[in-house]
């Protein structure tokens, strides 16, 4: 299963990053990867590229889907997927093989700047972006 992390960015920063995703990913990727004595220099950048995430208004979208909710975390399994959301305040964790186009539609009508990564197999897209 692959973990893929979603942050919702600021507009004037995917105006900036909206053909540079590579170096959008690598400020992530380098926030992900940060030593903890450097938390607050880790806090102030994420602040000023990321919104932090409404986990309520996010639970409401996914209210009225196939998802079920569990302790902190929604899951869905069919046939072909098994697919786990979990919503943090920095971003929200999704952990599945394939990326449902109804979870990205979702997400869509929540905020339209979502920026998700899998900083384990160095995959990053805007998931606007996603068909």
């Known amino acids: 299963m692959k973990t893929y992390h979603i942050f919702a ?60 909710k569990g302790k902190n975390k929604y899951m869905i399994s069919d046939t072909k ?15 599945s093989n394939i990326i449902n186009k109804d979870i990205t539609y979702i997400l869509n009508n929540y905020y339209k700047y979502l920026f998700i990564c899998n900083f384990k197999e160095k995959d990053y897209k805007w998931l606007n972006n996603i068909e």
């Open 9 to 68: 960015i600021k507009k004037n920063i995917y105006n900036t990053y909206k053909n540079k995703e590579y170096s959008l990913y690598k400020i992530l990727f380098n926030l992900y990867n940060l030593n903890k004595e450097d938390i607050n220099y880790g806090l102030t950048l994420y602040n000023q590229i990321c919104y932090p995430i409404n986990k309520k208004i996010v639970e409401e979208y996914l209210e009225f889907t196939n998802y079920r």
């Open 81 to 95: 997927n098994i697919a786990v959301l979990i919503i943090k305040p920095s971003n929200i964790i999704y952990k």
